[in-house]
């Protein structure tokens, strides 16, 4: 048997072809849209992933003040924070996170989804996330996914 006539290919930051992506959040479910946005920050839809390298694609998010909630979440869920002083631990719904700040409810479900460590940091910051329909990125010709 020829052992050379095959070999495990590993990307590397050299060999990675990052590609610009359009995501649409009109009437999407958070948690669904951002299982599938996470798989494809990962790199996990191409051929030649390799878990310790950023081999994921940008991904641009469009509508992002138009995502929907299944259930009561909306209303009930609650984000937690905490200062780290005595009594500074802070509680946000969704609904009130979404009048101030529309983007950040699509950020921290995508953050929570991506591995909590340096990778999982560089991969976030290719997530651009934007509330109306338009976004600046036009000029990298990003390709617009339906799913």
């Known amino acids: 048997m020829n052992t050379l006539s095959y070999k495990t290919v590993s990307a590397n930051s050299k060999t990675v072809t ?3 992506v359009v995501i649409d959040a009109n009437a999407e479910i958070l948690g669904r849209l951002s299982s599938r946005i996470a798989f494809i920050l990962r790199g996990k839809h191409k ?3 390799t878990p310790h390298v950023d081999c994921g694609d940008n991904v641009i998010v469009i509508n992002a003040d138009k995502v929907r909630f299944t259930g009561n979440k909306f209303e009930e869920k609650e984000y937690v924070s905490y200062t780290g002083y005595p009594g500074g631990q802070k509680f946000i719904s969704p609904k009130d ?7 950040r409810v699509v950020e921290k479900a995508i953050r929570g989804m991506l591995p909590k460590n340096k990778l999982g940091n560089k991969v976030f910051k290719n997530l651009h996330v934007y509330a109306g329909a338009e976004h600046p990125h036009a000029a990298q010709t ?6």
Do not use: R
Request: cysteine-free; glycine content about 0%.
């Open 142 to 147: 990003p390709k617009t996914i339906k799913f």
């Open 97 to 103: 996170l979404m009048a101030k700040h529309p983007t």
């Open 47 to 49: 051929a030649n992933f």
């Open 18 to 20: 990052k590609e610009w």
